[in-house]
């Protein structure tokens, strides 16, 4: 478990899944990526991982993912196989805002 900080890069250690904090919970968390802990974006991923089917979801380049209480947003910067996740819980794609109507 670590302490995020917004602008911290991550990677998975089992996909080619990237990403960027954008929003970070006070403390230590462990923010997993296809069922495993994610590691620095410098750090080499161990030999033999595989993507634990439960967290297959995968993720898409460009999307901001965030859990149900809002307290971490991450900016997927290379997509990957797994599914991000926070605390066991796996993180959904955050919805774009509604523009208001210009009418």
Do not use: F, H, W
Not at 1 to 26: D, I, K, W, Y
Not at 75 to 85: D, I, M, N, R, V
Request: glycine content about 16%; proline content about 6%.
């Amino acid at each position: 478990m670590a302490q995020l900080t917004v602008g911290t890069r991550l990677r998975s250690a089992v996909c080619e899944t990237e990403v960027m904090v954008v929003g970070a919970p006070e403390g230590d968390v462990e923010l997993t990526c296809g069922g495993a802990p994610m590691i620095g974006i410098d750090e080499q991923p161990p030999e033999g991982g595989s993507v634990d089917p439960a967290a297959a979801e995968g993720t898409a380049v460009g999307k901001r993912y965030t859990n149900d209480a809002g307290d971490i947003e991450v900016l997927c910067t290379k997509a990957g196989e797994g599914s991000l996740g926070l605390g066991g819980e796996i993180l959904g794609q955050k919805d774009a805002k509604a523009l208001p109507s210009s009418d």
